[in-house]
């Protein structure tokens, strides 16, 4: 196992972040993939700001790709909060655009480790709780989720690459959509 493995494993496990709801998961884990890779090249002092600027590119495409995800299965799921869910999701950006990338746009280490952390604590304050809020309605609802993923699947709604499945695989299990 790579250290980046290793990283994703122990970041996954010890913030308990596993919501049984695969699309959502797979988007997670990848989550803390990106994390992880960005890590790594912070702690390589001889990357370089290409590298460093790639990857802040990758965690910016997987915001939008995920918030978008989430919004819509929240929306098929009739979830009565949606709007104040994706509030939060605005402000997530909003914090990202302003308070971050135009703050260090010039300085790719320092805005990559200040995204990092925020990255980091994201997962532990709003993955962790206000997203396992929605998990709880989907079991409350007993609430066919599989079958709205495969819809979306089918829509061509979400598409996932054989690296995410590959970490799905490697630390959650069997893929099951």
Same mark, same amino acid.
């Given at each position: 196992?790579?250290?980046?493995?290793?990283?994703?494993?122990?970041?996954?496990?010890?913030?308990?972040?596993?919501?049984?709801? +695969?699309?959502?998961?797979?988007?997670?884990?990848?989550?803390?993939?990106?994390?992880?890779?960005?890590?790594?090249?912070?702690?390589?002092?001889?990357?370089?700001?290409?590298?460093?600027?790639?990857?802040?590119?990758?965690?910016?495409?997987?915001?939008?790709?995920?918030?978008?995800?989430?919004?819509?299965?929240?929306?098929?799921?009739?979830? +009565?909060?949606?709007?104040?869910?994706?509030?939060?999701?605005?402000?997530?950006?909003?914090?990202?655009?302003?308070?971050?990338?135009?703050?260090?746009?010039?300085? +790719?280490?320092?805005?990559?480790?200040?995204?990092?952390?925020?990255?980091?604590?994201?997962?532990?304050?709003?993955?962790?709780?206000?997203?396992?809020?929605?998990?709880?309605?989907?079991?409350?609802?007993?609430?066919?989720?599989?079958?709205?993923?495969?819809?979306?699947?089918?829509?061509?709604?979400?598409?996932?690459?054989?690296?995410?499945?590959?970490?799905?695989?490697?630390?959650?299990?069997?893929?099951?959509?």
């Amino acid at each position: 196992m790579s250290s980046i493995e290793e990283n994703v494993q122990n970041i996954w496990n010890s913030n308990q972040l596993l919501l049984g709801v +695969p699309l959502i998961d797979i988007q997670h884990l990848w989550l803390i993939v990106i994390i992880s890779q960005l890590n790594h090249l912070l702690e390589e002092s001889v990357s370089e700001n290409f590298e460093l600027d790639n990857q802040i590119g990758a965690v910016l495409n997987y915001i939008d790709v995920h918030f978008k995800t989430e919004e819509e299965i929240l929306k098929k799921l009739n979830y +009565p909060v949606l709007a104040v869910h994706a509030s939060q999701h605005q402000e997530f950006v909003r914090h990202i655009n302003q308070d971050l990338i135009a703050e260090h746009i010039l300085d +790719p280490r320092s805005l990559a480790k200040l995204m990092r952390d925020f990255l980091l604590k994201w997962l532990s304050s709003h993955i962790n709780v206000e997203d396992k809020e929605y998990n709880y309605f989907i079991k409350g609802k007993n609430l066919d989720i599989h079958q709205i993923s495969l819809e979306l699947i089918k829509e061509k709604s979400i598409e996932f690459s054989e690296d995410q499945i590959y970490f799905y695989k490697k630390i959650i299990g069997d893929w099951i959509i």
